[in-house]
């Protein structure tokens, strides 16, 4: 299937109440065509320029006019404007009242969905690079009784990324511009102090140690032992949503929709989701996903009603474990424990004031690291280290960038202005720093 190509615009205003940004931004924004390079070769950069020694003052509104013209004019639609907000003295606050209005004036224009980031590293994971194409591991029937089935699809709404696999080559290549590829072969040795080889005419089978003893399980015997079950998602029942542990949760998170298209089953969904919610219920589900699956997942439907009109009800599914999949650890309850091992009133406030200072969403601040606007650093450096290999095959591996550097580690200029609390709570907890000198 073509994909279409997509342009990306820097609008940057490089004025001198900003020049302090300039080297941080520079760096976000060459990571951000990097991967583009890397992903999608064919798409397309662009830089408009603000507050340059040769812009004419009041002029910034007139830019972003015929920018959206020329863009009309090409065929070219707008989808999304990410804004990078910065924040200062009162000069960087008349910046940033001026530039919100040349946003807002864009976004009106092309009807683009404004999003607000506060830092490099939120900017850097706002932009997406590579297209996530949904795709079904489910299309059927949520069976509820023989009788009554409402037709779904099923998407996977979560999916780690996995870090790139990388080939074997080896560096004896006839061209200097070319690779040769590395087969690998696998050899069996037999158990004993002789260690022979056996050969691959040998039948190689698996067993189970019991004991001293290996029982014997051939690939054939394997296939017929395996639980072959039937196809499809039954509903088993409905419990109150309290009654499912959140840390039950395993694997990555389901979405359910009804058919697209399908008016009877949309309306379904949609009064079964609601229902659940009013109710605060959650349902239990039997899924097996396709067919040939060799194990039942039993997982958690979740009603997820929607607040948009024009977005359809649905469900997040979360599978859960079996008793052998639970790892339980015992540990002494505090109620159970003497006065003298409780913590007091003042160590208590002294907690609650660490926990409060160290808050990664105020109400007055957009949150950090928020999962839609932070990347996965060890890819992100990965990608990085990478491009410099491209244009010098003897790069060394750079030190962590700033912007990643907030996503693995504390913002130390953060921390120094909370030491008196992080000390207050050493102090009545007894905490000391070690050092260990080895």
């Not at 990571?31 to 812009?55: A, C, P, R, W, Y």
């Not at 779904?152 to 074997?168: A, D, I, M, N, S």
């Not at 949503?241 to 998170?253: E, F, G, L």
Request: aromatic share 8%.
């Amino acid at each position: 299937m073509a994909r279409n190509r997509e342009a990306l615009v820097w609008l940057l205003d490089v004025g001198p109440s900003v020049h302090h940004l300039l080297p941080e931004v520079e760096h976000v924004c060459s990571m951000i065509v990097q991967n583009k390079l890397l992903h999608k070769e064919n798409d397309e950069v662009g830089v408009v320029l603000f507050g340059t020694e040769g812009s004419h003052g009041g002029s910034q509104e007139e830019q972003v006019k015929n920018l959206a013209a020329a863009m009309s004019s090409s065929g070219i639609k707008l989808e999304s404007i990410v804004a990078r907000g910065i924040s200062g003295s009162d000069a960087d606050e008349m910046v940033i009242v001026k530039n919100d209005r040349i946003l807002n004036l864009l976004s009106r224009i092309t009807c683009a969905k404004m999003t607000y980031v506060e830092s490099p590293t939120s900017l850097l994971g706002a932009i997406r690079i590579r297209d996530k194409f949904p795709g079904t591991i489910f299309r059927g029937d949520l069976e509820i009784s023989s009788q009554l089935k409402i037709k779904v699809r099923v998407y996977k709404k979560t999916l780690e990324e996995k870090f790139p696999t990388l080939k074997r080559f080896c560096d004896e290549a006839s061209h200097p511009d070319e690779l040769c590829g590395v087969k690998v072969k696998h050899q069996f040795k037999s158990f004993g102090d002789d260690g022979q080889i056996v050969p691959s005419s040998h039948e190689v089978t698996n067993g189970y140690l019991y004991g001293p003893q290996v029982v014997d399980i051939s690939s054939s015997q394997m296939n017929a032992v395996k639980f072959k079950p039937e196809k499809g998602v039954k509903l088993l029942g409905f419990t109150d949503s309290s009654n499912i542990m959140r840390h039950h949760y395993m694997t990555d998170v389901r979405l359910f929709i009804a058919e697209p298209g399908d008016t009877e089953a949309t309306i379904a969904i949609s009064a079964l989701a609601r229902a659940m919610k009013r109710m605060n219920k959650v349902a239990i589900l039997r899924c097996v996903w396709r067919k040939g699956q060799a194990n039942v997942v039993i997982g958690v439907l979740t009603p997820n009603v929607s607040d948009d009109d024009n977005m359809p009800d649905s469900f997040y599914f979360n599978a859960l474990p079996f008793f052998e999949d639970l790892r339980e650890f015992k540990f002494l309850s505090f109620c159970n424990l003497s006065a003298s091992l409780q913590p007091s009133e003042e160590q208590q406030r002294a907690a609650d004031e660490l926990v409060e200072v160290l808050d990664l969403g105020p109400s007055d601040h957009q949150e950090e690291l928020a999962p839609d606007f932070t990347p996965n650093p060890v890819l992100q450096r990965y990608y990085d280290f990478l491009q410099l290999k491209v244009k010098n095959p003897d790069a060394a591996v750079p030190p962590l960038s700033g912007a990643l550097r907030r996503i693995t580690e504390p913002d130390p200029e953060f921390l120094s202005r909370i030491e008196a609390i992080i000390e207050a709570f050493m102090r009545k907890f007894g905490v000391r720093e070690w050092h260990i000198h080895g």
